[in-house]
């Protein structure tokens, strides 16, 4: 087993200590501040050692490579962006600090998330349609590594798709610019030009994202141990649970227990590292 170890700046002093607890055989550079430790073991320490000194750990089998993957499927606000997309569009409403305060709530697995959506759409009733615009255009950041992560898959030839409890506004325009295959997420009613406080359709919560993994394996014919999930909520709990990977981005702390990995310190495109 090999131990992947990355994040902002990984020290020389780090490795070294990493290496003798784990009783690791070799090391392997795996990119700027990403490293491969060969043969590393388990030890009750690690996770503290880590954490400490902002290191992401993950143990990876040694023939686990990305091109043994199939399937990507990720989680958008707070994820692959940097904004929860509702938040910044109640701020046009002067409602920002309530929508937010629901929005962690929901996040961390404290509230419905059919329910937490309900009352926060209905907040926004009455916005003009040019707000979302303004969200996109003026707050919307792409967490970092994004791009690097979306070329990445690409050249392994796994197929993308971008699922989020957000809006098909922001949804639809990034898969255009990212190239994800598919793209799927509430769709916010809009009459006359505003909007009306609610959602067209089904609401995409926790299962409704399950659902597309498994949609999108059954018609590619893919098996689960072939797809990468990753998000950073409790509506994203099931389907990092259905993938064969399930990564922790960012996560709230509900989410880093369940997954299979965690990123916490480095960008997205340690996914990639993970299995270079």
Same mark, same amino acid.
């Given at each position: 087993?090999n131990?992947?170890?990355?994040?902002?700046?990984?020290?020389?002093?780090?490795l070294k200590d990493?290496?003798? $607890?784990t009783g690791?055989?070799?090391?392997?550079?795996?990119?700027? =501040?990403a490293?491969r430790?060969?043969?590393? %073991?388990?030890h009750?320490?690690?996770e503290t050692y880590?954490?400490?000194?902002?290191?992401?750990?993950a143990?990876?089998p040694?023939n686990? %490579?990305?091109? =043994?993957?199939?399937l990507f499927?990720?989680d958008m606000d707070?994820?692959?962006?940097?904004?929860?997309?509702?938040?910044?569009i109640?701020?046009?409403?002067g409602?920002?600090?309530?929508?937010a305060? /629901?929005?962690?709530a929901a $996040?961390?697995?404290?509230?419905d998330?059919r329910?937490?959506?309900t009352?926060?759409v *209905?907040?926004?009733k009455?916005?003009?349609?040019?707000a979302?615009?303004?969200?996109f255009h003026e707050?919307?950041?792409? =967490?970092?590594?994004?791009?690097?992560? $979306?070329?990445?898959? &690409? %050249?392994?030839?796994?197929?993308t798709?971008l699922v989020?409890?957000?809006?098909t506004?922001?949804?639809?325009?990034?898969q255009?610019?990212?190239?994800?295959?598919? *793209?799927?997420?509430?769709?916010l009613?809009?009459r006359k030009? &505003?909007?009306t406080g609610?959602?067209?359709?089904?609401?995409i919560?926790?299962?409704a994202?399950?659902?597309?993994l498994r949609?999108?394996?059954?018609?590619?014919?893919?098996p689960?141990?072939?797809v990468?999930?990753?998000?950073?909520?409790?509506?994203d709990l099931p389907m990092?649970a259905e *993938?064969? /990977?399930? /990564?922790?981005?960012?996560?709230k702390?509900?989410?880093?227990?369940?997954?299979t990995? *965690?990123?916490?310190?480095?960008?997205?495109?340690g /996914?990639?590292?993970l299995?270079a």
């Amino acid at each position: 087993m090999n131990l992947v170890v990355q994040g902002p700046k990984v020290e020389t002093r780090a490795l070294k200590d990493l290496a003798t $607890m784990t009783g690791s055989e070799g090391l392997g550079r795996l990119g700027n =501040n990403a490293f491969r430790l060969i043969g590393a %073991q388990p030890h009750p320490d690690l996770e503290t050692y880590c954490e400490t000194h902002q290191l992401d750990f993950a143990f990876v089998p040694d023939n686990r %490579q990305l091109k =043994n993957f199939r399937l990507f499927v990720t989680d958008m606000d707070s994820t692959l962006i940097s904004i929860e997309c509702i938040d910044e569009i109640a701020d046009m409403q002067g409602l920002k600090a309530e929508v937010a305060a /629901i929005t962690e709530a929901a $996040m961390r697995g404290e509230l419905d998330f059919r329910e937490s959506l309900t009352r926060r759409v *209905a907040l926004l009733k009455g916005l003009p349609e040019e707000a979302l615009a303004q969200v996109f255009h003026e707050r919307l950041r792409l =967490n970092p590594g994004a791009e690097t992560l $979306m070329a990445g898959l &690409k %050249q392994a030839g796994l197929v993308t798709v971008l699922v989020s409890g957000g809006f098909t506004y922001f949804t639809e325009r990034l898969q255009k610019q990212l190239g994800f295959d598919y *793209a799927v997420a509430n769709q916010l009613e809009i009459r006359k030009g &505003k909007l009306t406080g609610r959602v067209k359709g089904e609401v995409i919560d926790g299962e409704a994202k399950r659902h597309t993994l498994r949609l999108v394996c059954e018609h590619h014919g893919f098996p689960r141990e072939s797809v990468i999930a990753a998000g950073d909520g409790a509506n994203d709990l099931p389907m990092l649970a259905e *993938a064969g /990977i399930g /990564i922790a981005y960012h996560a709230k702390p509900v989410v880093r227990k369940q997954a299979t990995h *965690a990123i916490s310190h480095a960008g997205l495109d340690g /996914i990639l590292k993970l299995f270079a």
